[in-house]
């Protein structure tokens, strides 16, 4: 959120620019853009190279952003490319995390206790900072996914206080995909891959990046006001074509899509029931058989999904016996403890975990958040070990 | 008011050594202030590396670090279950047969006589053996060395008189929580993770490295895909079988692994 939103009810000024204002801003004046938020007192998180994948991390400048990379991706396999030639800066598709990890930390503290001098216990909270983050680069299957995230984190009876206080400290930068990845699929589910104002989490500034440099449009009276100080001038029209022709281009080269039976078929899945009671219907289905002879139950498809959100608990007592930690961590439905309850593990074997995986993302997910859990970044086909693509999956289950 | 619980009488605990490269021991070691700490609430009644040297005393925990490799360590281990309330094995060797158990795919009597000059003053058994192979153990604690966390993490559960906390999860949760890039999908590289139980924080991913597996078998294992998977990358059978059979080889899941890798990939 920003300085203007004052009570971290999450944007409700945001995303609301019309298409169409956008103005032009040369690609180094991002750079201007980039400065004015460290000096409004935000930490910067942008793309970067590192160990041979584009991740978040804090970003110094423009100059770390990366310009000329391209990625190849497919299931089980992820590669970085370097075009010297390209000036582009977003000229690829979501590396393996975004915002999840700002949002809904892998691990955190939550509470200490303490045992005091007359043997009571003592509580206490242990909130995040509430540091003030400006991410740069944001896709629109992360910000459906963001989302989603508010929806079980802050719309439940119990909103939770540290996820809030990190959402809170958030300026969205979005970007439009104009690179999707072969394994992409925002298209099918509607959730990309142009940022659209009124989808998804709202944002603070949009960016459809040209060769030349940006079309921008504010969503939020924070973003406005970084705009107005920007040396952007009004788009053409030849801009704006060319923007658009990108972005269907970009849909066009998307191939990948989840089934949608009965009467929603060929809908975008979460605007209609998608694969609602589908799964559940087929819970005795020998596919799960079939996947489970290939699926590591590693859990690497839950936690890059942008959507998971299943966390475990651990209590770290101090050697002295006076203190103890709890911690949070992010789990998944692949590992034992998930499903360990009062003596047994639920979902002993691995056509179990991947059964629970599936039929929660995409059947009985429309139940808890009237959607599908699914935004099509395609995280858990590319970075699967196995190469488990869940539309193929789906597919098998769902023909 | 809750009343202060009674102080509970101090554990006395022992450290032994069996056929290893005492790196686990150091581990502990190298808790430092921690070790401090330790002291106070417990009696180190054995630990040679650290001074206090008693083998036959009898303690509540015995940490026991190496594993079975002569006839003397046979008899020797069973004394110290006898003067032990619990046996933690500490570290792979000890709870997997660690790297000296790759005799066991050896002719050993043809390494010996072609490496020492007197071969007849060693004595030494055929094949290399973990702990729980003689003894029962309590609780076990994996890693080449041992993560010094969760040492500590065992022994203060012993002291609050709970079970210690299993972690026996695929490090690929571990490596995606620090936020590691997958070395697997973005460099082909053979990594093990998928198969292999948390512990160490992912220290070789974060690196850039494969994982070795030397925190032995997670839960739950498919390690026939796992073989097709590093097959896919460009592993010979021969290669496939030697990840497994390598620091942890004595763990059932991967010794199984190990000898049915050319069947599993072909
Ligand atoms: S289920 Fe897979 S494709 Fe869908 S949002 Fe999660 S990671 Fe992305
Ligand atoms: S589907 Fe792939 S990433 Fe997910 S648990 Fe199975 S092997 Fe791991």
């Known amino acids: ?399 | 008011m809750n009343p202060r619980p009674p102080a509970a009488p101090r554990l006395r605990v022992a450290v032994h050594k069996f056929t290893s490269c005492d790196g686990c021991q150091l581990a502990f070691l190298n808790l430092g202030e921690q070790l401090l700490e330790l002291a106070e609430r417990v009696d180190l009644v054995h630990f040679a590396e650290a001074g206090p040297v008693d083998p036959d005393a009898a303690v509540d925990i015995a940490f026991v670090e190496g594993s079975i490799s002569t006839p003397e360590e046979v008899e020797r281990i069973g004394r110290i279950r006898r003067a032990s309330r619990y046996l933690i094995t500490l570290g792979a060797c000890a709870t997997a047969g660690g790297i000296q158990a790759l005799r066991n795919f050896a002719d050993g009597d043809a390494w010996l006589r072609s490496l020492y000059a007197r071969p007849e003053t060693i004595r030494s058994l055929a094949t290399v053996t973990p702990i729980a192979r003689h003894v029962k153990v309590d609780w076990e604690l994996w890693g080449c060395p041992v993560s010094g966390r969760q040492v500590l993490a065992a022994i203060t559960s012993l002291l609050a008189g709970v079970t210690p906390r299993a972690e026996e999860d695929k490090l690929c949760l571990a490596c995606k929580r620090g936020q590691a890039v997958c070395v697997m999908v973005a460099r082909g590289e053979p990594c093990m993770g998928p198969v292999t139980r948390t512990g160490c924080g992912a220290l070789c991913p974060r690196f850039g490295r494969a994982c070795y597996g030397c925190y032995g078998p997670a839960e739950n294992v498919n390690t026939r895909s796992h073989s097709r998977c590093l097959a896919g990358l460009g592993l010979a059978p021969e290669a496939v079988r030697a990840r497994y059979h390598f620091i942890t080889s004595q763990a059932p899941a991967f010794l199984a692994a190990g000898n049915s890798a050319q069947d599993d990939v072909t």
């Open chain 1, 1 to 399: 959120m920003n300085d203007d939103t004052t009570q971290g009810k999450r944007g409700e000024d945001k995303g609301a620019a019309e298409d169409g204002a956008a103005v032009f801003l040369e690609r180094d004046a991002l750079q201007t853009l980039l400065a004015l938020l460290q000096s409004g007192g935000y930490r910067l998180v942008g793309p970067q190279v590192r160990d041979g994948a584009i991740v978040y991390e804090t970003l110094g400048g423009a100059e770390q952003l990366p310009r000329g990379w391209h990625d190849e991706q497919a299931p089980g396999r992820y590669r970085l490319h370097y075009d010297p030639a390209s000036p582009r800066l977003f000229a690829w598709a979501n590396g393996p995390q975004a915002l999840k990890p700002l949002v809904f930390a892998p691990r955190e503290l939550l509470w200490e206790a303490h045992r005091d001098e007359t043997g009571n216990l003592r509580f206490q909270d242990c909130l995040p900072s509430g540091e003030r983050i400006a991410v740069i680069g944001v896709r629109a299957c992360d910000l459906a996914a963001l989302a989603l995230q508010d929806a079980h984190f802050l719309e439940g009876p119990f909103p939770d206080a540290a996820y809030h206080r990190r959402r809170t400290g958030l300026f969205l930068v979005a970007v439009d995909c104009s690179h999707p990845a072969e394994t992409c699929f925002c298209a099918a589910t509607g959730d990309g891959p142009r940022v659209e104002a009124g989808k998804g989490a709202a944002w603070d500034l949009r960016l459809q990046e040209l060769e030349a440099g940006f079309l921008v449009e504010a969503g939020s009276r924070a973003g406005a006001a970084y705009l107005a100080r920007l040396p952007a001038r009004a788009a053409t029209e030849a801009e704006r074509a060319a923007a658009l022709a990108q972005a269907q281009a970009a849909v066009a080269r998307q191939t990948r899509r989840l089934p949608a039976p009965g009467p929603s078929a060929g809908a975008p899945c979460h605007d209609a029931a998608g694969l609602a009671g589908a799964l559940t219907a087929r819970h005795d289905h020998p596919h799960w058989h079939d996947v489970a002879q290939r699926c590591l139950a590693c859990g690497n498809c839950t936690a890059v999904c942008p959507t998971c959100f299943c966390a475990g608990d651990e209590e770290v007592p101090d050697l002295a016996g006076t203190a103890s930690r709890h911690y949070r961590q992010w789990d998944s439905c692949f590992t034992a403890a998930h499903s360990y309850i009062h003596g047994i593990v639920i979902r002993a074997e691995t056509r179990h975990r991947y059964r629970q995986w599936l039929t929660h993302k995409l059947d009985t997910w429309h139940a808890q958040y009237g959607r599908s859990g699914c935004v099509g970044c395609g995280r858990c086909i590319t970075w699967c070990p196995a190469g488990i693509d869940l539309t193929a999956e789906a597919e098998a289950l769902v023909p």
